[in-house]
């Protein structure tokens, strides 16, 4: 017997299963499923350090100096950045900082302020 796998909506684990009926559960985060319920925009889900979510609009802080290749300083640790907006890939946070201007950064960098 073949089952299809399904990629788990909530931690994007790839071995989602087939309980039945439906419904999937995702063997690394317990996550259960029914895939006609999801709707087909997938959510974007990012998390801060501290595994808060975030939402365009929010304000993070910065926890760690990051480096900024072409600038002669790095974005100190305790920097704050006032709305941010969520992208898709590995560098999932688009935002303004002052004295660097538009920047992309990680959401393991920054904490929900």
Known sequence: MSEEMKPCPSCNSPYGYSLGNDVYA???CSYEWN???????????VLDVNGNELQDGDSVIIVKDLP???ASKPIKAG????NIRLTDGDHNIDCKIDGFGAMALKSEFVKKA
Do not use: A, F, N, R
């Not at 895939?35 to 889900?45: A, G, N, R, T, Y």
């Not at 920097?79 to 006032?82: A, D, F, G, N, S």
């Open 26 to 28: 995702c063997p690394e």
């Open 35 to 45: 895939p006609s319920s999801i709707s087909d925009e997938s959510v974007l889900k």
């Open 68 to 70: 900024v290749k072409g």
């Open 79 to 82: 920097t704050k950045v006032k």
